[in-house]
């Protein structure tokens, strides 16, 4: 049986004050799940269904471990030619930037880059949250304690989609919004829970 080839491994970027998390998500995204692939691509064969992610991707993760560091790395990836296409940012980062801070600067310098917020507490409510960082589609939240599928999951369908998208679409998705096209918080809730919710669909379906 042959299988798809090696796809390019997507590159991510973590932000957050625990190593601990760093690990945690090394070992969700970048541990060896090859022969878990090829199981699902035989049962797939096997019973005409598609495996729950496809072809499985490979993830490659850089760790910051301050906002400030993080804000760094995003603009010296873009310097190698090899921009991040997906990060994963941390609320709560004492002494420096939190990630509601950090998350701007951060599409300041890739307008195209994902963002996933983790949290764990109640320091912004999602009106605040939204209030100081907008709302686009770029936009994601992840609570803590983390579930590997919902992590695996995020981190397939972004950057899927990041990399189906064509560029002028990306740079319109940067631009920024003028306050008559952002909507209310209670919709922006919404609209977050209900993608959230459609990612979360993909393993069911």
């Not at 995204?29 to 072809?55: H, I, M, Y």
């Not at 996933?116 to 409510?125: E, F, G, P």
Request: proline share 7%; glycine share 4%; with cysteine.
């Amino acid at each position: 049986m042959n299988f798809p080839a090696t796809k390019p491994k997507h590159r991510i970027l973590v932000i957050d004050d625990n190593p601990a998390i760093h690990e945690d998500f090394r070992k969700i995204l970048c541990a060896d799940r090859t022969s878990t692939s090829k199981l699902e691509a035989q049962e797939a064969e096997l019973f005409g269904t598609t495996p729950p992610f496809g072809a499985q991707s490979e993830f490659e993760i850089d760790s910051a471990y301050q906002g400030e560091a993080g804000l760094a790395r995003v603009y010296h990836a873009i310097q190698e030619g090899r921009p991040y296409e997906l990060a994963f940012v941390d609320v709560r980062m004492p002494p420096g930037w939190d990630g509601i801070q950090v998350t701007p600067k951060l599409w300041v310098a890739d307008p195209s880059l994902p963002v996933v917020i983790c949290t764990a507490y109640s320091d912004y409510t999602w009106e605040e949250m939204f209030a100081r960082i907008g709302t686009s589609d770029r936009t994601f939240i992840l609570k803590k304690p983390f579930d590997r599928e919902e992590v695996l999951q995020i981190a397939h369908s972004l950057t899927a989609r990041l990399r189906s998208r064509p560029t002028e679409s990306i740079r319109q998705a940067g631009a920024a919004e003028s306050p008559a096209q952002i909507p209310s918080s209670e919709a922006m809730s919404r609209r977050l829970r209900e993608e959230m919710a459609d990612l979360k669909q993909i393993k069911r379906d």
